[in-house]
């Protein structure tokens, strides 16, 4: 029985038990994700401190794992030698890596012994023990995301048995029992344009007084994991959809907008077919722009040919802020204060009162930014 809220606005419907578990499942996946993510940073940075000339420069493989697992501390590694190093990468690997990976973890061995040698501020064999344990630590995680993902595809199944949400480009595997999760029931929504402002995907607007500024960056109230979740499939769909092509290539080319602005005005239009398509109960279509269905092959040549963005372009739209922090703030005359405010709080001499100053500095005040 549906329960009303304190407003009395709308009626507060409860998810049922398929709904449930997969809300469950989707929150234990992304977290264990996450939690995975941040567990090969780890041991990427502990291997940069044993060997500096680490060959880890892309993702984490099964042979590197297997590899760190055993021999971490490069002395060990180099006492391994060549043959039995590439016979466990060769077996970690399925036979798709072999010697060449091998010597690669062998050279970046020997460049740590020569640089360290023995000084004792190198603590290879700790080191070596906190990575081994990294890896374990990642490959249980690696098993429990395993077992939740297949619940998860259980649950998505019951809840969206004609896989409506995964018929939307960019939303596959991973994508659609997220959204799916997160809109529930669709009709709980209006329109579209109130399922787009509940992800938080809208702009905000400021209306002040006389004052309406409209385009504001977007809200961001509403699920964390929806919201990422759209975006990242925003940059898969517009390279499969024409019509969030065209959305895209208006954003970078006539709006100014950088990469990750246009995919999130992209992904504010997903979520408008998501909600769509949910509520329609019907699968999404990919067609041109003029309306009419195409097929995967002709929606990429229609993209290729009217709707990609030029390199140039994008070397002109990538921002060029420094990202180290903030630059110092200057302090702009005229904004003296008096002297029971004058010590700035970071430790800065008292400023003189602008009483104190004398007519002269104050006109200099008044002329020094001239618009």
């Known amino acids: 029985m549906p329960l009303i809220d304190p407003a009395g606005l709308r009626p507060l419907e409860l998810p ?22 941040e567990s090969k940073v780890r041991i990427k940075d502990l291997v940069r401190q044993v060997m500096p000339c680490t060959p880890l420069t892309g993702d984490l493989g099964q042979a590197d ?22 016979a466990l990468i060769a077996k970690a690997s399925d036979n798709h890596q072999g010697q060449a990976r091998a010597e690669q973890w062998l050279a970046a061995a020997q460049a740590a012994v020569e640089l360290y040698g023995e000084h004792p501020a190198v603590a290879f064999t700790d080191l070596a023990a906190e990575i ?7 490959r249980a995680i690696a098993a429990e995301l395993a077992a939740h993902e297949t619940e998860r595809e259980t649950c998505y199944r019951w809840t969206d048995p004609a896989q409506l949400a995964r018929s939307l480009p960019g939303l596959a595997k991973v994508g659609g029992p997220a959204v799916t999760a997160v809109i529930g029931d669709p009709d709980r929504f209006p329109t ?28 961001k109230a509403g699920s964390r994991l929806a919201r990422a979740t759209l975006i990242r499939a925003a940059d898969h769909a517009r390279k499969q959809d024409p019509h969030l092509a065209r ?13 990750l602005k246009a995919l999130c005005v ?43 963005v030029t390199e140039e372009t994008r070397r002109r739209r990538r921002s060029t802020k420094t990202r180290a922090g903030k630059a110092p703030q200057q302090a ?7 002297h029971a405010r004058s010590a700035d709080k970071r430790g800065d001499l008292p400023h003189q009162r602008s009483s104190d100053q004398g007519p002269a500095r104050s006109s200099r005040t008044l002329t020094a930014h001239p618009r």
Not at 196 to 210: Q, W
Request: charged share 25%; proline share 4%; net charge positive.
């Open 332 to 338: 702009h005359t005229g904004h003296d204060r008096s």
């Open 16 to 37: 049922d038990t398929a709904a449930a578990a997969l809300d469950r499942r989707v929150r234990a996946c992304d977290r264990l994700t996450m939690a995975a993510s």
């Open 192 to 219: 579209a344009a109130h399922f787009k402002s509940y992800l938080g995907l809208a702009p905000r607007a400021s209306e002040t007084g006389n004052t309406d500024r409209k385009g504001q960056p977007m809200s």
């Open 266 to 308: 992209v992904a504010a239009r997903l979520a408008e077919r998501l909600w769509t398509v949910m509520h329609r109960r019907m699968p999404y279509v990919i067609c041109d722009t003029d309306g009419n269905p195409v097929t995967p092959e002709q929606a990429k040549h229609l993209i290729t040919e009217q709707w990609t």
């Open 247 to 259: 959305v895209y290539y208006q954003q970078m080319t006539e709006r100014g907008a950088e990469h």
């Open 132 to 138: 081994a344990t990294e890896v374990r630590l990642l």
């Open 65 to 86: 794992l297997a590899v760190l697992e055993r021999y971490a501390d490069p002395r060990r590694l180099l006492k391994a030698g060549r043959g039995r190093l590439t």
